[in-house]
């Protein structure tokens, strides 16, 4: 079936080191969504991207699709204490539109 | 102000009860969904709603029952809780072409 591949599952980095996050998509994807968590509590929508190869920045957060829109990639540059938390990519099933999410990257922030 | 919530926000019961948890928002959103997610796990889509009088069952086999009679309230019915139905249940809703906005969440615990 359907399905939407998140890697890793956990991240540790230094405060100031850069944080990457992977998503593939088994099937190509009309559009890829962005979420984060902070510990507990609930998924808060940071962004969409639609277009093929689309690159999006929101500070230091950067967003890309791929140009085959079957992955897509989170990078936060110069990590804070604030971006601790879990980040989730989610794409429309192709039968019922619906979001098939990934299973989380964890960004965890050394002491 | 628009918003997404959820009551109660915290549950003890014991197994056999009957429970509703309650969903609702004020951003005029068409769509409505249920998830249930462990902690720091993946969200699990266990009933959705495309409007009113449409419900739809997710992914997730579930125990629960939703109704929609209103476009703003989405309510979650367990006809007999069961320890396994511990988890976190979260409401969310969207609108067109927008990403999914969440309630705060319930964490249900059945003894």
């Known amino acids: 079936g359907q399905q939407v591949m998140q890697i890793p599952q956990y991240q540790h980095v230094q405060e100031g080191e850069d944080f990457t996050t992977y998503c593939n998509s088994s099937?190509?994807?009309?559009?890829i969504q962005w979420y984060k968590q902070r510990p507990g509590g609930h998924p808060v929508f940071l962004i969409q991207?639609?277009?093929s190869g689309e690159v999006k920045k929101q500070k230091r957060l950067t967003f890309q699709f791929g140009e085959a829109k079957k992955n897509s990639s989170l990078h936060i540059t110069a990590t804070q204490t604030t971006d601790v938390g879990t980040y989730f990519c989610?794409?429309?099933?192709?039968?019922?539109?619906?979001?098939?999410w990934g299973a989380g990257t964890k960004l965890i922030i050394k002491p | 102000e628009a918003d997404i919530y959820q009551t109660p926000r915290y549950l003890v019961i014991g197994t056999g009860k009957k429970i509703t948890l309650e969903c609702s928002q004020t951003?005029?959103?068409?769509?409505m969904y249920w998830y249930q997610q462990d902690p720091g796990m993946e969200l699990h889509l266990i009933h959705y709603?495309?409007?009113?009088?449409?419900?739809e069952k997710g992914d997730l086999s579930s125990e629960s029952t939703v109704s929609r009679i209103r476009t703003e309230h989405f309510p979650l019915t367990l006809e007999s809780a069961r320890p396994s139905h511990t988890s976190q249940y979260l409401c969310?809703?969207?609108?067109?072409?927008?990403?999914?906005?969440f309630g705060p969440g319930t964490r249900l615990t059945v003894l």
């Open positions: 969310a809703s969207s609108g067109r072409d927008r990403g999914q906005f």
């Open positions: 951003m005029g959103h068409d769509k």
């Open positions: 709603s495309y409007g009113v009088n449409s419900t």
């Open positions: 099937t190509t994807l009309s559009n």
């Open positions: 991207l639609v277009k």
């Open positions: 989610a794409g429309p099933r192709d039968s019922n539109y619906q979001l098939i």
